[in-house]
């Protein structure tokens, strides 16, 4: 009679328990389908993360080429430029409007310097270029 009794509490027990460990087996299960789901979205992530990455540095090459090419145009346009200036100034050429634009600028001293002498000296000042 004792092992009966013992079974029955035994059978009660469980009775009650079954419920819990149901619950239990369905949290386990959920918390898999949860974790399943992390990982998955941390590798599309990861993916997600390498393909723009790629996406960066295809286009930050791709931008030093052009700003190399950009550049060393413009180093060729100004070494080109500069040894322009460097024959032009370094042939001295004395042509025919040179000579003018000396003289002009010699007569326009000479006038800047017989306007501030007094009065008396513009006329001898007259009389020597004459």
């Known amino acids: ?3 009966h009794c013992t079974d029955d509490i035994s ?3 469980m ?3 079954e419920p819990f460990l149901a619950a239990a087996d369905n949290t386990t299960d959920l918390l898999q389908d949860v974790m399943a789901g992390a990982i998955k979205a941390a590798d599309r992530l990861y993916s997600m993360s390498e393909d723009a990455r790629d996406a960066l540095q295809k286009a930050a090459k791709v ?3 052009e700003v190399g090419r950009a550049v060393e145009g413009t180093c060729e346009g100004l070494t080109k430029v500069m040894e322009g200036l460097s024959e ?3 042939k001295p050429r004395v042509n025919e409007l040179d000579k003018y634009s000396f003289k002009r600028c010699s007569f326009t ?3 800047a310097l017989s306007s ?3 009065a008396a000296h513009q006329s ?4 020597a270029r004459a």
């Open 109 to 111: 001293y000479m006038a």
């Open 1 to 3: 009679m004792a092992a």
């Open 11 to 13: 059978a009660c027990i």
């Open 63 to 65: 931008m030093k080429d």
């Open 15 to 17: 009775k009650h328990l």
């Open 116 to 118: 501030q002498l007094p």
């Open 88 to 90: 032009a100034t370094s």
């Open 124 to 127: 001898a000042l007259a009389r």
